[in-house]
């Protein structure tokens, strides 16, 4: 009997992380993409250099492609060097990129990057969410429900 593999393994290293998209939206299903990169652009990801907070995906002619990316030049590459915020191609199953591109146009919601990181094979991952924007009013809830949890744990610690 085969055990399930856990998606986020012990042996994955973490390059970059979306924490503002987790608070500007909210989260309806989250799946893995791969990523078309040059060779100086992994040298880069692997000094650990990266920043996806103002990126996002979109759709063009049936394909994926992460804008706004920003993955910094490698100092060692002189002229072979890539562009820092270049258009990348998300590499998904069909069936997963007409779900997320069906959701995007009929439902008006938003595939934001949360997280890029090197799997357990090496391969540079990146975790996207199909998303709906979050209100003013929302925000506000999310932060007081937040600190209501803190503070719960705090006085139960106290207590305890």
Known sequence: MATAKKKDS?????????????????FVDTMEAGLVLTGTEVKSLRNGAA????????????????INA?????????????NPRRRRKLLLHKKEMVK??????RDGMTIVPNRLYFND??????????????????????????DWKREQGRLLREKG
Do not use: C, M
Request: charged share 35%; no cysteine.
């Open 51 to 66: 920043n996806i907070a103002e990126s996002y995906a979109t759709e063009e002619d049936g394909e994926l492609w992460l």
């Open 10 to 26: 012990a042996n994955s290293r973490l390059i970059a992380d979306n924490r503002k998209a987790r608070f500007n939206y909210e």
């Open 121 to 146: 094979r090496g391969r540079a991952k990146l975790q996207i969410a199909l998303a709906k924007g979050r209100k003013a009013h929302d925000k506000r809830e999310v932060s007081k429900e937040r």
């Open 70 to 82: 920003y993955i910094p030049e490698y100092t060692q590459a002189n002229r072979f060097n890539h």
């Open 100 to 105: 997320l591109i069906n959701a995007v146009h």
